[in-house]
């Protein structure tokens, strides 16, 4: 287990919980571009570029800039009154625990079936483009289906009504 | 066809930025401490003292009379008289500033004083580069300070000093005249006077002072 | 402890801060910042299993969480436009008082 | 010797790596070649503060900077020393960690473009396959820089440039990628090295780069049109609009951390222009084959200094935009150009060689220019303005 793995692991994992523990949302969201770079990398280190640069792209590139302005629209910066987290907390954290202690166990005491270590596969972005072309074509005209719903879906859910209907 | 105007724009741009190497009316630059534009004539910065002749104290115009520390909008002039009398450019003995202070941090050249001074004394000089260090005492100028030649205003504002000096000597001129006819007509009084005052020499005293009662009214 | 198990605890631990994030906060879009990171956990999980798999020349993990990423990024934007919205309706984004069903 | 003086810096660098034991050679390699990026780009950003500042001065009739030293050559050195020695406020409610990190990540990140662009012949530091990628990514995030110094000034002013920054920096992204798609659809990969080698072959002396085919000229300015908006540069300079905005985003910076996003913003601007280079004018190749003996990063830096130019030209001439109008030209023109762009240089790949696809395609590119021009950017009835005062 390499040393930039501990680093990148921690380096995610320490986002992700000032994601989801810090007390100022916009803070929260910049802890979150943490968690996405620090998993860019372990995509990287998995020798998966193409998704490395496009994790980079669009989650740290786009994700992460509308949740900031989503927290920005919704007057979400300034600091709430009372407590951050809601009031059925505990059973939250407790179902959490759970879920990771199942997935630990999971994890830990699965059989050897896969190879310790195997060859570093040479990805290239001529074979992603034939296999974006060839086999996945289906899946890419559905995901540019659904971009464009998307698209257009989330601009009229949050256009301002004209009328001004309250 | 969108696009045009920006093209043209850009044209503009490159033609200056072109013409600024070769032509020299499109760089007009000057370039100030080492190249000066020489001031117009009519350029007027902060007043000053004129004196004729060669030692500036008695050949100052001023017989402060303080018409222009009245006038001065900013009140930057301060004037003490003196006591005693000392003779004018047409010798009469008249009254001299013997404190004369400007403050040019407060004076904001409006040349009104020089508009009201009956004596040609204060005009404005095209001196400007009169910074200094100490910001209270640096900018209070004297009187001997303040004091500059007849030349001197002749090289910044020839004209104008040409007409001023145009106007004084008339004047010199008329004063004299006038001088010469009174002295004439003295001489000619005391000529005809020995001849009338052996008729009767008590009535003039009494006429003399009822005239000056007369004029007095 | 292979690197494979390594990529997958983390991945585990991942998805479960991201639920813990989603259960435990009252503001909406701090659940949506929890869901995205379950997601981003998953690609960890493909791409994990694509590096240490069998046939990684067959791509198939690494498109599976290019797509996912792909598919993420538009929930997460119209999840948001709902939560805009839903804030210029209710002047609120606290999930707890969001329990009424009239319009 | 024309090998030599065109492989120096490459020969220069295996020459000082030669004294260490050989596990330590790579990395030391790479690590030379970062300090020599880290060094020659803010020269560059020197010389064309200087250039900018003087270039402009001649545009508008005057003089540039030229007390500092002879023709004003040490001005920069000025400036830099001017802003290093200013005292540094931050504002007591400023959020200090973000305020911080806000122009140090900028700055990071605009560094890490540098490394996927050919600077000469085998002058590039990571010479990655997917290396454009890599660039549009690292240019996607410095976004997320200019919001956290806009917010974290706390200051009415700095937020609202950081928004316009934000909403034009994301709106001009997609047309300056959509742009380059195009150039690597015809090169078939999305690495630097292999787009420069495509463009660096000659017929009759002429080179192949992609700026002399219809699509490519259209490609090239959309490019250049996008560039300049994502540097927040030119026409496009609203974020820090010195009239409406104080100073935009930076407004509570100063000293250190203002020169940091000075220098943060230029880099940008010499990364994006050498994108444009390699993309566009053939990265390192020489216009001409007879000029084949100048050497390769000569040609390289060249254009990008040109382009630099071109790019203080634009800022010389071109008054600000509006925000609707920056808005509306980017999504009811350039995107739209950028669209058809792909489809006229897929036309061009599968019309085969001859005259004739040269016609179609420009024809079809002019037309569509005249019609979107007359058409999206006629001058709109202008609606009576709409108040909407904070509920």
């Known amino acids: 287990m390499s040393i930039v793995f501990y680093v990148l692991a921690g380096l995610t994992v320490a986002g992700a919980l000032a994601a989801v523990a810090l007390k100022n949302t916009v803070h929260c969201a910049l802890a979150l571009t943490v968690a996405f770079a620090g998993l860019a990398l372990l995509f990287l280190e998995l020798d998966a570029q193409f998704a490395g640069f496009a994790q980079i792209l669009i989650y740290i590139g786009a994700v992460a800039i509308l949740v900031v302005f989503a927290i920005l629209l919704t007057r979400g910066s300034e600091t709430p009154k009372d407590t951050v987290y809601s009031n059925k907390w505990l059973l939250g954290l407790v179902t959490a625990a759970a879920v990771f202690a199942v997935l630990g166990w999971a994890v830990l005491h699965s059989t050897e079936a896969l190879p310790h270590e195997t060859a570093k596969p040479a990805v290239t972005v001529m074979d992603i483009g034939n296999a974006l072309m060839g086999r996945y074509v289906l899946p890419l005209e559905i995901v540019a289906l659904l971009l464009t719903a998307a698209l257009i879906g989330a601009v009229i859910v949050a256009m301002h009504e004209k009328e001004g209907a309250r | ?217 | 402890m292979t690197p494979l198990t390594g990529y997958l605890l983390v991945a585990a631990l991942l998805f479960a801060i991201g639920l813990a994030g989603a259960l435990t906060r009252r503001n909406a879009i701090l659940v949506l910042i929890g869901i995205e990171l379950m997601l981003n956990a998953a690609n960890l999980n493909l791409i994990a299993f694509w590096r240490y798999g069998p046939h990684p020349e067959a791509l198939t993990g690494m498109m599976f969480a290019i797509f996912s990423i792909a598919v993420a990024a538009a929930e997460a934007a119209v999840g948001l436009g709902l939560v805009i919205q839903i804030y210029r309706h209710t002047r609120t984004t606290d999930l707890d008082q969001m329990n009424r069903m009239k319009g | 010797m024309i090998e030599k003086a065109d492989q120096i810096f490459v020969i220069l660098s295996h020459w000082l790596v030669s004294f260490l034991p050989v596990w330590l050679q790579q990395p030391v390699h790479v690590l030379l070649s970062v300090v020599a990026i880290i060094v020659t780009f803010p020269a560059l950003f020197a010389i064309t503060v200087l250039l900018e500042r003087k270039g402009l001065g001649r545009m508008q009739n005057r003089y540039g900077p030229n007390r500092v030293g002879p023709y004003g050559i040490f001005q920069p050195v000025a400036d830099g020393i001017k802003s290093l020695t200013k005292e540094d406020i931050v504002p007591t409610s400023a959020d200090a960690v973000v305020h911080f990190l806000a122009p140090v990540f900028l700055v990071v990140v605009v560094f890490m473009g540098y490394a996927v662009l050919p600077m000469g012949r085998n002058m590039t530091l990571v010479n990655m396959d997917a290396g454009l990628l890599f660039f549009f990514a690292i240019g996607a995030s410095t976004e997320l820089s200019v919001f956290m110094a806009g917010w974290s000034s706390r200051n009415k002013y700095s937020l609202l440039g950081a928004m316009r920054a934000v909403a034009q920096m994301i709106s001009y992204e997609i047309p300056l990628l959509m742009s380059s798609v195009a150039v690597v659809m015809m090169t078939g990969s999305l690495s630097p090295n292999k787009i420069v080698d495509v463009q660096n072959q000659y017929t009759w002396g002429l080179p192949h780069w992609y700026i002399f085919t219809p699509w490519g000229l259209a490609a090239f300015l959309l490019f250049c049109v996008a560039a300049t908006a994502e540097t927040n540069r030119s026409p496009f300079d609203l974020p820090e609009g010195e009239s409406e905005l104080v100073a935009g985003y930076f407004t509570e910076y100063s000293g250190f951390k203002f020169a940091l996003f000075f220098l943060g913003e230029y880099v940008g601007m010499l990364a994006i222009s050498g994108l444009g280079t390699t993309l566009f004018l053939g990265g390192y190749s020489a216009p001409l084959q007879i000029l084949n003996w100048v050497p390769s990063w000569c040609w390289f830096f060249g254009k990008v200094m040109m382009s630099m130019c071109v790019f203080i030209w634009l800022r010389g001439t071109l008054p600000r935009l509006r925000q609707d109008q920056l808005m509306n030209f980017a999504w009811k023109f350039v995107l739209p150009l950028t669209l058809l762009n792909l489809v006229v240089a897929a036309l061009w790949r599968f019309m085969g060689d001859g005259w004739l696809r040269w016609v179609v395609c420009s024809a079809i590119l002019l037309l569509a220019y005249t019609v979107m021009g007359r058409l999206g950017m006629r001058q709109k009835h202008i609606a009576p303005r709409s108040y909407r005062y904070a509920e």
Not at chain 2, 71 to 95: M, N, R
Not at chain 2, 108 to 122: D, G, K, L, N, T
Request: glycine share 6%.
């Open chain 2, 1 to 217: 066809m969108l696009g045009e105007g920006i093209l043209k724009g850009l044209g503009e741009t490159a033609r200056n930025f072109a013409g600024s190497f070769v032509s020299a009316e499109r760089l007009t630059t000057v370039q100030y401490p080492e190249e000066r534009v020489a001031p117009i004539e009519a350029t007027r910065d902060f007043p000053f003292l004129v004196y004729d002749g060669k030692d500036w104290e008695a050949g100052l115009r001023c017989v402060a009379c303080q018409i222009c520390e009245k006038e001065c909008p900013p009140k930057c002039i301060y004037i003490v008289k003196s006591t005693d009398k000392k003779p004018d450019a047409l010798g009469k003995p008249q009254i001299y500033p013997a404190r004369f202070d400007i403050d040019i941090s407060v004076c904001m050249s409006c040349q009104i004083c020089v508009e009201v001074c009956p004596f040609e004394a204060i005009k404005m000089d095209t001196e400007f580069e009169l910074s200094t260090t100490d910001r209270f005492g640096g900018l209070l100028y004297d009187r001997k300070e303040l004091a500059k030649s007849n030349e001197y205003y002749h090289k910044i504002h020839p004209t104008e000093a040409a007409e001023t000096d145009a106007r004084l000597a008339e004047e010199k001129a008329k004063a004299d005249a006038k001088a010469k006819a009174a002295a004439a007509a003295a001489a000619a009084k005391a000529a005809a006077g020995p001849a009338v005052a052996a008729a009767k020499p008590a009535a003039p005293v009494s006429a003399v002072k009822a005239a000056d009662g007369e004029k007095q009214g």
